[in-house]
């Protein structure tokens, strides 16, 4: 690791920590704002926004709450922590990495691979959704005939329920990916060769999927003060039990890893945000018209996205990717 970039790398991992830390904190405190509002807005009229916002937090189950608090924690804190990442250390001299203008007195880094515009990111970002939504969604189908999912009859809502499937699975690829192969890894790719870059970028996306997403975990007293490290701790507990990381981190230490490369070899956003997209549609898609049984929730969770299925697949979308995004250059250095 260079000496001169390691403050930035573990800034990242401090800024998590903090973010999770506070969001856990937090937590209890949200949820029963959020039960408030939606009590009161039960006896009285309200505004449309404030309705919907009322009715969501009505809904809501207490893993939600701590989602938010954490998403919101990070926030909150994201811009004191970038000021922190570009303190007074020498000055700028035309665009940074990122293709934006950054304020005098901030850092222009030369090091590490800069995002840049990528003419085919439409047709990337498309390809890596099919390709996992694809294996997933025909991994999934063909367990129902083994007896690990039985399929449930959608109705006449399936176009809808897969439209706002698919909306989600976008809208939360877009951001994660700017968080987790845009800043992050930007910074780890400064830090460190590419090699340990993608490695440590997996880590760090597995590691914190794990600390934030419940996955159907929850407290016994969602009222009390505390109850957001107590769900916390739940979730830590999984990293130091072996079916834990199975089911759990292995899924996403794969995932990770391949969104990393994917990112690198591109230079780009579009293709991860495509393969992530497709991961979340696929995943929560199945998990909706579908019910586990015991021989699932004895062999990998009961999830579509946890355990040998979800490593298989994404690894092979990782292999699909990196020859849709092959080159004839490419083609003629292996050769070479």
């Known amino acids: 690791m260079r000496n001169e970039w390691r403050g930035d790398v573990i800034k990242v991992w401090l800024y998590a920590a903090a973010s999770i830390a506070l969001g856990a904190w937090a937590t209890p405190l949200l949820y029963n704002a959020g039960k408030a509002l939606a009590e009161v807005s039960g006896s009285k009229t309200t505004n449309g926004p404030l309705e919907w916002l009322a009715e969501r937090c009505r809904m809501a189950d207490f893993p939600e709450f701590y989602v938010a608090a954490i998403g919101s924690a990070a926030l909150l804190l994201f811009i004191p922590w970038a000021d922190w990442i570009h303190a007074k250390r020498g000055s700028v001299s035309g665009l940074g990495p990122w293709k934006f203008r950054l304020p005098w007195g901030a850092r222009a880094f030369s090091r590490g691979q800069a995002l840049h515009r990528n003419v085919e990111g439409l047709w990337h970002s498309c390809a890596g959704f099919m390709v996992v939504a694809g294996l997933l969604l025909s991994m999934g189908v063909a367990l ?79 009222d009390a003060a505390g109850t957001g490290f107590e769900l916390l701790g739940v979730l830590a507990s999984r990293l130091a039990d072996w079916r834990g990381m199975l089911s759990g981190f292995c899924p996403l230490l794969a995932l990770g890893g391949v969104l990393a490369y994917a990112r690198w070899r591109t230079a780009s956003l579009w293709m991860p945000i495509g393969l992530h997209a497709g991961w979340h549609f696929a995943g929560n898609l199945l998990e909706t018209l579908s019910t586990s049984t015991s021989q699932a929730t004895a062999v990998q969770g009961g999830l579509l996205l946890e355990g040998v299925v979800p490593i298989l697949a994404i690894l092979a979308a990782g292999f699909l990717a990196h020859h849709l995004t092959s080159t004839p250059g490419d083609e003629h250095a292996l050769r070479s």
């Not at 449930?152 to 499937?165: F, R, T």
């Not at 930007?186 to 590691?207: D, E, K, Q, V, Y």
């Open 144 to 222: 129902v005939p083994a007896g690990f999912f039985k399929m449930n009859h959608p109705g006449d809502s399936m176009l809808p329920l897969a439209g706002k499937l698919l909306l989600d699975a976008v809208l939360l690829a877009m951001v994660m990916e700017v968080m987790f192969r845009g800043v992050a890894m930007g910074i780890f790719l400064r830090g460190m060769r590419p090699a340990a870059a993608l490695g440590m970028s997996a880590a760090f996306f597995a590691i914190t999927c794990m600390l934030v997403l419940p996955a159907g975990r929850t407290v016994v007293d969602p």
